[in-house]
């Protein structure tokens, strides 16, 4: 039924085709993806790729990695996941996001390359982004791993660099329930022969990480090793010295966790360019830092709202880790701030929501649409008695918040959830003009 819809008469949209492939559910291996891209001519062969596995940050890390080598001079295509607000999002060239109807075209390629055997979501854009990006002839593409990694659709190619940033617990379930089984996913992305960049963390993660690295043969390289910060107050200007060169630019991104992400990007980009017999030049990453923009994660936006000037502040904070590093930057800055939260049931809010409303002067509890999505009845005994106010419909929970504030001076903090964060993002632009739409921002350098 779905192969007959999509390749008769009436051509199917992106999304259209994306709502009848969730029925199949999310699905680790590799087989099938590699199956498909055999038939559809294996178009990750012609694609020279880094491959971003990790638990937080590697979003962040990929971006900024796809803006640099943008401008150093590669066409560069990044691939990521999920998306903020449009599916659209989730495959980009310098910066650019595809459109709808390509989209929808390279979709239907997939499907009826599949035959009778409809692939997953993830795997059906997965193997879009490599037939777009062929298609394009880039000269590099970033792509991040949606899951674990070792059996994350993305896996199949044959990357020129690996990445794994943070490694923190999240997905349990399907990757293990200890920091050292989840490291031993993350490291699936690692090739015999090449070069795999990690960031210093936790000692049995990087023991982890060595011992896997020694038995595919990979070489894995401290990223951190010889890398220098010199942060500068003025306009928020950063010194980055590695053992290749001295950078400075102005950090693209709030917070102080996304320096290392950064930091690793950089690295990444040098390694990238030396695979390669290039050289990267320090002005490229000063260009290509600065163009990079990742909506969603501690984003601040400015709106009008019946009169009054209130800024609010989108972070994906949707796992314990996220929450700690919001956390920090909250108290780095010591915001005064109401709280708009709302969270996935499997994502430990009760280690997320009880720190971010500490500091709190009014909290907003709500749901989104999601299956998996959080009844904000269950997330009120986490805090105190009387602390927060409900409301299921995330619209109207955005609406209370900027009509009735603690202050119209103090920010707006909505977080818990990427899924809550795009739903309330997409209320405000519709109701009040602004932000941008994600998918029509230009996300890093455009050439």
């Known amino acids: 039924m779905l192969r007959r819809h999509v390749t008769g008469a009436t051509k199917p949209t992106a999304s259209e085709i994306l709502d009848r492939l969730e029925v199949w559910g999310q699905k680790l291996g590799l087989e099938a993806t590699r199956s498909l891209l055999d038939v559809l001519g294996k178009p990750q062969g012609r694609v020279p790729t880094a491959l971003v596995a990790g638990t937080n940050g590697k979003g962040s890390t990929s971006a900024a990695l796809a803006s640099i080598l943008s401008a150093a001079g590669f066409r560069c295509g990044l ?24 989209l929808g075209h390279w979709l239907r390629r997939v499907l009826d390359a599949a035959g ?13 982004a490599w037939l777009h990006f062929a298609h394009h002839d880039v000269d590099a593409a970033v792509f991040e791993v949606g899951l674990g990694g070792r059996l994350d659709a993305t896996n199949v190619s044959d990357p020129l660099l690996s990445v794994v940033t943070q490694v ?24 015999p022969g090449r070069t795999c960049l990690t960031w210093p963390g936790r000692p049995d993660v990087e023991r ?84 990079v923009h990742w909506p969603g994660r501690l984003e601040w936006v400015e709106v009008e709202a019946h009169g009054v000037h ?18 920090s930057y909250l108290e780095d800055t010591e915001l005064r701030f109401d709280l708009l939260y709302g969270s996935l049931a499997e994502k430990h809010p009760e280690q997320c929501l009880p720190g971010l409303a500490e500091k709190a002067d009014r909290i907003t509890l709500t749901a989104f649409v999601h299956p998996r999505a959080a009844a904000p009845e269950t997330l009120t005994p986490l805090l105190p008695a009387g602390r927060a ?46 932000p941008v739409a994600a998918r029509e921002l230009v996300t890093g350098f455009r050439r």
């Open 79 to 102: 691939y990521t996941s999920p998306h903020l607000e449009h599916v659209e999002e989730r495959l980009r060239i310098d910066g650019v996001a595809i459109s709808e109807a390509e």
């Open 208 to 291: 982890e990480l060595r011992r896997c690295a020694a038995v595919c043969g990979a070489r894995l390289v401290d990223a951190g090793d010889g890398v220098v910060f010199d942060r500068r107050l003025e306009a928020g200007h950063v010194s980055l010295t590695t053992p290749n060169a001295q950078y400075e630019f102005r950090a693209p991104l709030a917070g102080g966790h996304q320096l290392t992400n950064i930091a690793l990007a950089v690295r990444a980009a040098e390694e990238f360019c030396a695979v390669g017999g290039r050289e990267l030049d320090p002005e490229a990453v000063s260009q290509g830092l600065e163009a």
């Open 116 to 128: 009778k055997a409809p692939p997953t979501y993830f795997e059906s854009l997965t193997a879009a």
């Open 389 to 434: 106010v409900v409301y299921d419909d995330a619209a109207e929970a955005l609406e209370r918040c900027l009509t009735t504030p603690s202050s119209p001076a103090h920010a707006l903090v909505v977080t818990g959830s990427l899924y809550l964060v795009g739903e309330v993002r997409s209320a405000l632009s519709d109701r009040y003009g602004v």
């Open 168 to 191: 923190a617990r999240d997905h349990a379930p399907q990757l293990g329930w200890t920091l050292t089984s989840i490291a031993g996913e993350k490291a699936g992305v690692m090739r």
């Open 310 to 327: 209130r800024r609010v502040l989108f972070d994906a904070a949707h796992n314990p880790a996220g929450a700690t590093a919001l956390h």
